[in-house]
């Protein structure tokens, strides 16, 4: 069995995934409507599933995986897309970029919010 590792070379296991999720939900939070760890589909020591709803409403079932984040169905709990055809993308936000306009938004709208306190701050 293949183990999974970090950059720092942590082992991630069927404990860690999760913690590893619940970081990466946290991180997309304020640009979806929700996400959640899945409660059915089972993680172990080589993914975890994440049920996502964007801001337009479009649910997926998101695979964590050490290979970045793929879209593996197109509603809560569901696996039947296929591997070949859904890419891998090394971060959430990679992922939200490429399925929701309304993410593009919010994230674009947050950063530009942020340049312009540091903009501030620093004429101050």
């Avoid at 409403?57 to 591997?83: H, I, N, P, Q, W």
């Avoid at 993410?103 to 004429?123: C, Q, T, V």
Wanted: with cysteine; aromatic share 8%.
């Amino acid at each position: 069995m293949m183990e999974q590792r970090q950059e720092n070379d942590q082992v991630l296991d069927a404990e860690t995934w999760p913690q590893e999720a619940e970081a990466a939900i946290n991180d997309i939070r304020k640009h979806v409507k929700s996400a959640s760890i899945s409660p059915i589909l089972k993680s172990n020591n080589q993914r975890i599933y994440i049920n996502l709803m964007t801001l337009e409403e479009a649910s997926y079932c998101v695979e964590m995986s050490a290979a970045g984040f793929r879209v593996v169905g197109r509603k809560y709990d569901d696996t039947s897309l296929s591997t070949i055809e859904n890419m891998n993308y090394e971060t959430p936000y990679a992922l939200l970029n490429s399925i929701s306009q309304k993410y593009r938004e919010s994230f674009g709208g947050e950063l530009m919010n942020k340049l312009l306190d540091l903009a501030k701050n620093s004429e101050g």
